[in-house]
């Protein structure tokens, strides 16, 4: 599903325009993302939580040449599903 039709999906569902849950839907991203920068978690009870994994530096192998490489250490994003989601995929 393409963020264009979940903003339909959810235009549909509530009554609101397709600007409006654009709207919406952008802001929900824009503060998801600042939350994770300042090293926040963020939970939706039953869905699932948004949080920082660090990642520690670490040795890999270039598999084009086989050379060794150093592979720095880093932050990244991580979804960790909820109780409520596991069983409603399953």
Avoid: W, Y
């Amino acid at each position: 599903m393409t963020k264009d039709q979940v903003i339909e999906a959810v235009a549909n569902k509530t009554g609101l325009s397709k600007k409006q849950t654009d709207e919406i839907i952008e802001s929900l991203l824009e503060i998801i993302t600042k939350a994770l920068q300042k090293g926040e978690k963020i939970v939706f009870t039953g869905f699932g939580a948004f949080l920082i994994s660090n990642r520690k530096a670490r040795q890999g192998v270039n598999p084009k040449t086989g050379a060794k490489i150093q592979i720095p250490a880093m932050k990244a994003p991580k979804f960790r599903a909820g109780k409520a989601l596991k069983e409603a995929v399953r």
